[in-house]
């Protein structure tokens, strides 16, 4: 039975209802569901973890597509691709439409939906080649053209978080949104590597820049570890606020232990070496292992930052 992060059983996903549900919930600071309740202060934390989930989904758009491209693990990546697909749908319609059942009002801040329509723009082709992906039409060629879009996807992505951290730089919750919003750049770097890794291997066949890639890959895991050493302390230089409690300061050491094991292979394609089908099956297996524990460190973040 294929596993991802966002997958716990078979029969959720017959039901359709556990992506709804996970788009819904991880969403929200607890006790939110009450739409009276949440704060501008709570709706920027919200939507910033949502935009900022876009990013890793983004990168998981183009390890999925690029794994399924060697035939590794297919089932477990037609799942993981799928499931990239419709959350990033939901979350874009969420963040420009608001939704009145968890009292997210529709983007109103010019900036944030100028990126957002940049976004949409972006996303529409690739929400159609995915779906060819997973009729089982597309050739090898197309899958590897579909991880290709992961690079233009994340900038729009990025350029939404961007807009909405600027919101709260006159709030007084720059501190708190700047380590919300750097929480879920892990996710994304954590991601992205994994792509990256894939498809330094698949660079002949994609027609990819093998070097170019690799120096990508070096740079996106220097960033996680200085992010992650940011995380442990914060930072008054940075306006990056310190982790919200002993439970969140334990979520990034489980983490950061998850990170160590997969490190090694990530330098292995960082040195511009092709990985062979069992490693990179071993580091997308362990991969979904880190990716909760991210998860948690970013909701330890939304849920507990705001006092």
Same mark, same amino acid.
């Given at each position: 039975?294929?596993?991802?992060?966002?997958?716990?059983?078979?029969? /959720?996903?017959?039901?359709?209802?556990?992506?709804?549900?996970?788009?819904?919930?991880?969403? @929200?600071? +607890?006790?939110?569901?009450?739409?009276?309740?949440?704060?501008?202060?709570?709706?920027?934390?919200?939507?910033?973890?949502?935009?900022?989930?876009?990013?890793?989904?983004?990168?998981?758009?183009?390890?999925?597509? +690029?794994?399924?491209? &060697? *035939? =590794? !693990?297919?089932?477990?990546?037609?799942?993981?691709?799928? #499931?990239?697909?419709? =959350?990033?749908?939901?979350?874009?319609?969420?963040?420009?439409?608001?939704?009145?059942?968890? *009292?997210?009002?529709?983007?109103? !801040?010019?900036?944030?939906?100028?990126?957002? /329509?940049?976004?949409?723009?972006?996303?529409?082709? =690739?929400?159609?080649?995915?779906?060819?992906?997973?009729?089982?039409?597309?050739?090898?060629?197309?899958?590897?053209?579909?991880?290709?879009? *992961?690079?233009?996807? @994340?900038?729009?992505?990025?350029?939404?978080?961007?807009?909405?951290?600027?919101?709260?730089?006159?709030s007084g919750d720059l501190a708190l949104a700047q380590a919300i919003d750097m929480a879920g750049r892990q996710r994304m770097l954590s991601q992205s590597t994994v792509a990256l890794g894939c498809m330094i291997t698949e660079a002949e066949e994609g027609g990819f820049d093998r070097a170019a890639l690799a120096e990508k890959l070096h740079a996106a895991i220097a960033l996680f570890d200085d992010s992650a050493a940011t995380l442990r302390t914060g930072s008054a230089e940075?306006?990056?606020?310190?982790?919200?409690?002993? !439970?969140?300061?334990?979520?990034?050491?489980?983490?950061?232990?998850?990170?160590?094991? =997969?490190?090694?292979?990530?330098?292995?394609?960082?040195?511009?070496?092709?990985?062979?089908?069992?490693?990179?099956?071993? &580091?997308?297996?362990?991969?979904?292992?880190?990716?909760? #524990?991210?998860?948690?460190?970013?909701?330890?973040?939304?849920?507990?930052?705001? *006092?």
């Open positions: 039975m294929p596993r991802t992060h966002f997958y716990p059983s078979r029969s /959720a996903r017959a039901t359709g209802l556990f992506l709804v549900l996970l788009a819904l919930i991880t969403a @929200l600071p +607890c006790g939110a569901a009450r739409a009276a309740r949440l704060s501008q202060a709570d709706v920027l934390r919200i939507e910033i973890n949502i935009a900022g989930r876009q990013r890793m989904l983004s990168q998981r758009i183009a390890s999925s597509a +690029c794994l399924l491209s &060697l *035939g =590794i !693990d297919s089932e477990t990546h037609e799942l993981a691709l799928l #499931e990239a697909q419709q =959350i990033y749908r939901t979350t874009l319609d969420r963040l420009e439409k608001g939704d009145p059942l968890v *009292g997210l009002p529709p983007a109103s !801040d010019f900036p944030t939906r100028m990126r957002l /329509a940049e976004a949409r723009f972006v996303w529409a082709p =690739i929400d159609r080649a995915i779906d060819k992906v997973l009729s089982g039409e597309a050739s090898r060629a197309e899958m590897l053209a579909v991880a290709a879009q *992961g690079a233009p996807l @994340l900038e729009v992505s990025k350029a939404i978080v961007t807009a909405l951290v600027a919101q709260a730089a006159g940075a306006q990056i606020a310190p982790p919200p409690g002993a !439970d969140a300061a334990h979520a990034l050491e489980l983490a950061d232990e998850s990170w160590s094991r =997969i490190r090694p292979m990530l330098a292995t394609a960082a040195d511009s070496q092709t990985l062979d089908p069992a490693t990179l099956a071993d &580091l997308s297996e362990r991969y979904e292992l880190l990716l909760p #524990e991210l998860e948690d460190v970013v909701w330890f973040y939304v849920n507990r930052g705001g *006092g």
